[in-house]
């Protein structure tokens, strides 16, 4: 299976992402865990993601699953579902040079009825050779748009 030509530009970020993660709110206590982040190409003009997060004695905490999309080399879209009750619908930008590919998407969060309230979700992804940094800030429960997500993580596949 070939990688659709629209996003061939992503193709070194397919594969699996795993590394140290901190995460921390102004509603909530820091915490550490263990991030993992798996980008499949299923020769569609998207990408596949599935988020996985443990607990330091190896317990399950989070999962998301979503999509990229390329619509032209600098521009990504991203769909994701997030088992806590909350949809991400949003728009980004894409920058890649010899050395380093760096991906931010701003969306807008749906939130079921008896879920906790998100407002916005703002993403950073910078994949320098065979390490991917990941940051994310959220706007939810009345706090404006805060640092909630950083992780460091090493290709693993």
């Not at 994949?127 to 992780?151: C, I, K, N, P, R």
Request: aromatic residues 8%; glycine residues 8%; contains cysteine.
């Amino acid at each position: 299976m070939s990688m659709h030509p629209s996003i061939a530009h992503l193709a070194r970020l397919v594969g699996t992402w795993r590394g140290d993660a901190h995460g921390e709110y102004p509603t909530i206590k820091s915490f550490e865990y263990v991030d993992q982040w798996e980008f499949i190409d299923v020769g569609r003009p998207f990408l596949l993601f599935v988020e996985r997060t443990w607990n330091a004695d190896g317990a399950p905490m989070h999962t998301e699953t979503g999509y990229l999309r390329a619509p032209s080399p600098e521009t990504l879209e991203i769909i994701a579902a997030i088992p806590t009750g909350q949809s991400e619908l949003g728009t980004g930008t894409c920058t890649a040079s010899e050395h380093t590919l760096s991906l931010t998407t701003d969306a807008e969060v749906r939130t079921a009825p008896s879920a906790k309230q998100v407002d916005r979700i703002v993403r950073r992804y910078e994949l320098q050779g065979d390490e991917l940094t990941y940051e994310m800030d959220m706007s939810a429960v009345g706090q404006g748009l805060t640092l909630h997500l950083q992780s460091r993580m090493t290709r693993q596949a």
